[in-house]
């Protein structure tokens, strides 16, 4: 079964500054990787996701990812975060051949933007 | 782009008393739903699949007979607390699955309180 793995619980950055997410994944089949950003309160938003092709994926509000399949990994990057960047980080693994396509989610990450 | 309407956005109930919350696909058909549920600082827990017209599938740990699923239409899947306890307050999340393109859109989210 596949799980998934967020190595930091918080990260506070200056704004303006470059940040990385951290996201590694377990899984020995085909997997579909996915980053979401969740506001307080609120339901999730996608940012990124990564189905196949190219392994750096752009997302939105400037956000990118890299699929990594040696190291397992799905590092979240944005070279200049702002103020309203604060919010909740989700990585996220489906499994598109295991026929269950439900996602699995980590642990989340806390990012703060300090000014 | 992918909707998804999740009413209420927040609800609170006596304990003992029922609380049914809806998930609506508004722009494209949803033949899987998953419901959520995200406890304060927490990642978000899935709770059950469902998919139109048959019984939903449970997670390890749900009580099936406490959360009610129905999922009558390719656009609506209803969750139902019954007896509702104060351990039952949570936010709750529900997720449609379109096809490739519009892969899975998740809802607002319900902040149910039981008092």
């Known amino acids: 079964a596949q799980s998934v793995t967020q190595l930091d619980s918080q990260v506070p950055v200056f704004e303006e500054a470059p940040v990385e997410l951290r996201c590694n994944y377990s899984s020995s089949v085909s997997v579909y990787l996915f980053w979401y950003v969740q506001y307080p309160n609120q339901g999730l938003q996608l940012l990124l996701k990564?189905?196949?092709?190219?392994?750096l994926v752009k997302g939105i509000n400037g956000f990118e990812a890299e699929f990594n399949k040696s190291q397992t990994s799905f590092h979240l990057r944005k070279p200049s975060v702002h103020i309203s960047d604060t919010a909740e980080y989700f990585c996220a693994v489906s499994e598109p051949l295991q026929g269950a396509q439900k996602l699995v989610f980590g642990q989340g990450t806390r990012l703060t933007i300090n000014p | 782009g992918a909707v998804v309407s999740q009413h209420p956005s927040w609800v609170i109930c006596k304990s003992g008393t029922s609380v049914k919350i809806e998930c609506r696909s508004l722009d494209f058909q949803a033949t899987t739903m998953f419901w959520y549920r995200q406890f304060p600082k927490q990642s978000l827990m899935l709770m059950a699949t469902?998919?139109?017209?048959?019984?939903?599938?449970?997670e390890q740990g749900v009580e099936k007979d406490k959360f009610l699923i129905n999922h009558a239409s390719l656009t609506l899947s209803t969750l139902t607390v019954t007896s509702a306890h104060p351990e039952d307050s949570s936010f709750y999340i529900c997720?449609?699955?379109?096809?490739?393109?519009?892969?899975?859109?998740f809802g607002s989210g319900t902040r149910l309180t039981v008092v």
């Open positions: 990564y189905l196949s092709g190219s392994t």
């Open positions: 469902s998919n139109e017209g048959s019984k939903a599938t449970y």
């Open positions: 997720s449609a699955m379109g096809d490739r393109r519009v892969g899975y859109t």
